[in-house]
């Protein structure tokens, strides 16, 4: 990575833009010049990057000139209005939201997984949900040596899931029940202090909801495997902002668990946690600010002689949403992807 490039966020106030911040600065990104976006509500406030001030602007039609990539995170109906805008100015866009994940145009990119799909990007790349990320990274390496027939997961997702405006909320609805006052649920949609419920995005007709089918269609579009079949139960935990997953993984064939151990341990992006000894296995409170996704009680189903039983935590801002985009931005520079075909401005 030897270019400096210009970077724009677009949504650099919410909880991921900060994380966007951090990193870049973390990673030493080549950054020419960082342009700040947001809503009209923020235009004017300052941002401390590299103990520089950067004043946050609104997002506007000519808000992309001499842009080279928009770190977007502003969520679906934003991405939507801007993408396509700042792709015709010349950028490309690395989208956090759920907008174009599924275009058949848009590489959906895990650089652990899949980088080879930014090759053929057109403008946008999407990186994927969270509990898509989280889970992909971690079974990835055991799909690459015996292909997996067939996950069933369960999601324990942190508050942070909803922006920072839930992470606050969380805080305060613990405080207000400690002090034996009423919580008040505004963001998200029921009190999540003490509480938990089932993942609160849109219901379909077979019962699941949109959060759920992410994980069954991104899962696939990453892998390159249409054939897996996923079943995901999502849920809201009183976490503020790492999650965990439970993953069932059925094989063709039995996968020896001691030949799964060695495989994720070597991983890249995943660290093994596992004592068992002391029974002391990934945490949220570990996973919190740390970049690789920690996998342990690895085992053998017992009702099932092709299946293996894991656990994961995973920092939700870091690998699954900031960091998995500045490693997309990266393996850009890195393979110097980042000139846009005439095709792009057609998306
Ligand atoms: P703002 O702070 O001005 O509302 P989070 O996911 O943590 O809630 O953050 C959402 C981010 O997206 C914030 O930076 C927010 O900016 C930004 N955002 C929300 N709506 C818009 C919009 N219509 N145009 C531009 N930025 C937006």
Redesign the pocket.
Known sequence: MSKNVNIAI????????KELLELLAERKFPIKNLKL???P??AGSTVTFKSQEIIVEA?QDNSFEDVDIVLA???GS?SKAWAKKAVAAGAVVIDNSSAFRMDDTVPLIVPEINPEAAVNHQGIIANPNCTTILMGVAIYPLHQIQPIKRVVVATYQSASGA???AMEEAKIQARDILDGKEPKAEILPYPIAFNLFPHNSPLDDQGYCEEEMKMVNETRKIFNSPEIRVSATCVRVPILRAHSETVNIEFEQPFPVEKARELIAAAPGVKLVEDWQSNYFPMPIDATGQDPVLVGRIRQDISHDCGLELWLCGDQIRKGAALNAIQIAELLLDKNLLSVSDSAVSV
Do not use: I
């Open positions: 677009l949504g650099a106030t919410g909880a991921v833009g976006l947001a809503s509500r923020s997002v995170s502003a969520g934003t922006g920072a405006r």
